[in-house]
């Protein structure tokens, strides 16, 4: 596996002590900020490199894993921290526990709104999928498309088999709505291809415990009540889920990565 196939370069310094790794499912279109925008307000003397997803099929975590992991050990380049957003905090737990094992130097793990991936996590994103429908599809069929996907979360919340049918539910549902729309064919595999990838994505980190490495890690936490470890306080988790040290920032979940005290912050961090 090529460095470029898995991770994309964000920041590069021949000063720097290392690199740093980044994991997040970035998307064009979206609507969070982005790592991009985290190490726009870092100034110089940073390596950082984003991760880029594997390409479609069924992939279960050590999939994920090995096409990150591997070109990184081959090419035998020190990292020196290891980050993630939301469900990439998952996964960048799962990274520094393997990267540990052959460097010398323990690198660093410090995650944002670190959050576990969950049943109701592909729902909240099949829900958002379905809203973003509200062009093409009439508030009655949203409802509905939104009722099945409950029905099908009920019959079986694992996973792996919601992913599965939660994809194909979309595709039933969208791939008529869309064409009427007008959109061509190669526009519409495009936008089911990003929502399958995401729900791999998702679907996977679900497969990970990720709590050993969290209890060791620096989490900064939004002021958003619904997300990260707020949201896993919220929902009865709070005993469960720890970390070595938590930061408090008054900012937007979906902003926090574009907010300057924040790199600021993260940077001061950094071994």
Known sequence: MSISAAWKTLAESENSAGIILAVDFDTTGRPEARFSDLVAHMGPGHTVWESVPPPGGTLGPDDYIEH????????????????????????AAALAERIRAVQ???????????????????????????????AVLSADEIAEARAAGQRLHDRDPEVGALKDALIALARETGEPALTKAGLDEARREELFEVFESFLGYLAAAGRIDPLPEWRKAIA????????????????GLGGEVTVAEEIGIDVDHGTMLAHAGLAASFTALLP
């Open 220 to 235: 900064f936490s939004s002021a958003s009540p619904l997300s990260g470890l707020n949201a896993m306080r919220a929902s």
């Open 104 to 134: 010398d130097t323990e690198p660093r793990l410090i995650l944002f709104d670190p959050e576990l991936s969950t049943a109701q996590t592909l729902m909240w994103q099949y829900h958002k999928v379905m809203g973003f429908m509200s």
């Open 68 to 91: 990150w992991a591997a070109p990184i050990e081959a090419g035998r380049r020190p990292v020196r921290a290891l980050t993630g957003f939301c469900a990439g905090a998952v996964y």
